[in-house]
């Protein structure tokens, strides 16, 4: 997948839609529209890089912002406390479907692995 076909990357643009729960320059994070949990955010780098493989490839300071914009994300969301998973599918067996590099922010009910 090119970044021209990239959801994400159109996201990112704001060429096309979506529920931004936070922005700044390089990072945004918005509702997933197929929220699995009561609260469920992706936190992206607004470069296209697909995935954990190519993360070398972001800008400095890009990976530590989507920890910090993630930890942020749940606190506006009221999971800070009661507890948020932060997970990065990567390639087939995780389940990845979207090929730009995301963050999920899943919380607001009892988790389980994986
Ligand atoms: P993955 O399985 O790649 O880790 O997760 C992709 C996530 O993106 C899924 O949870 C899916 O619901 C979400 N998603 C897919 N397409 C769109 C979209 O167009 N907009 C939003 N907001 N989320 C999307
Ligand atoms: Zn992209």
New binding site residues.
Partial sequence: MSENDC?FCK?AKGQ?E?EVVYEEEGVIA?????A?TPVHV?VIPREHVPSMAEVGGLPDGITKRLFEVAQAVAEKKGVAESGYAFRI?NGPDS????LHL?A?VMGGRRLSMP
């Avoid at 918005?30 to 197929?34: A, R």
């Avoid at 389940?95 to 979207?98: A, F, K, L, R, T």
């Fill in positions: 959801i996201i096309m979506a918005f509702e997933d529209i197929n699995k992706l599918n389940g990845q479907e979207v995301h999920h």
